[in-house]
C-alpha cells in the first residue's frame, strides 16, 4: 500500500462551510475503490499566501491508503480526479488558475510514497507538490499525518527540520476545533 497525502484548503463561504466541503471530500475519498483507509490531520487557520484582503484560509490533510504501488498510482488521473471532486464542491476556476486566489475548496496532491514526478500536462503534475516544503500550512497537516521524522521526497529534510526555519516559524497557524470527521 502506498500512502497518498492530499491537501485540502478553502477560504470562501465561512469556516463551518469550508469544513462541511472538507468532510465531504473526505466522504468521496472513503468511496475511492483504490483506498483502503484514511487518516486525518487537525484544522489550521493560515493567513492568506500572497492574497492580501482575503479571509484567513481554512487547511487540513487527508493521508489515502492506496492499493497499490506508487509506480502503478496514475498521477494524471488522480489530479482529475481531485480537480474534477473541487468542481462537484462547489469550487470555480477563472480563466487562469492564480496561485493565492480565494477558494471555497483546494484539493492539492501533495505526496505519493516518496516518488517524484514532473508531467507537463495538461494537467500538469509535480509530486511532492512544489510549495510544500516552503508553506507551514502544508506542512504542520502533514506533521500530523506523519510524523516529525518523516521527509518530504527529493529534499532529504525532515518535516520537523522544515518547520524550524525561520521563514516558516514567521507563518502564522492556529489549530481549529473542528475536525475532518463529521
Do not use: K
Not at 158 to 171: D, G, V
Request: net charge positive; glycine share 10%; proline share 8%.
Amino acid at each position: 500500500m502506498t500512502p497518498v497525502v492530499i491537501g485540502l484548503g478553502g477560504n470562501l463561504g465561512g469556516e463551518q462551510a469550508i469544513v462541511a466541503r472538507m468532510r465531504a471530500a473526505c466522504s468521496a475519498f472513503a468511496t475511492w475503490a483504490e483506498v483502503s483507509r484514511t487518516a486525518c490531520s487537525a484544522l489550521y487557520r493560515s493567513a492568506p499566501v500572497g492574497g492580501r484582503g482575503q479571509a484567513p484560509f481554512v487547511n487540513g490533510a487527508v493521508l489515502l491508503r492506496w492499493r497499490a504501488a506508487a509506480q502503478a498510482i496514475d498521477a494524471v488521473e488522480l489530479l482529475a480526479r481531485l480537480l474534477a471532486l473541487e468542481v462537484e464542491l462547489g469550487r470555480e476556476r477563472g480563466r487562469a488558475r492564480m496561485t493565492g486566489a480565494p477558494r471555497t475548496i483546494d484539493l492539492d496532491l501533495w505526496l505519493i510514497g516518496a516518488r517524484e514526478i514532473h508531467l507537463p500536462g495538461p494537467p500538469a503534475v509535480v509530486v511532492p507538490h512544489p510549495r510544500l516544503a516552503g508553506r507551514a500550512f502544508a506542512l504542520v497537516p502533514l506533521l500530523d499525518l506523519l510524523g516529525a521524522r518523516a521527509r518530504v521526497p527529493g529534499s532529504g529534510v525532515t518535516i520537523a527540520t522544515l518547520l524550524a526555519a525561520p521563514t516558516l516559524r514567521s507563518q502564522p497557524i492556529a489549530r481549529l476545533p473542528y475536525t475532518l470527521r463529521s
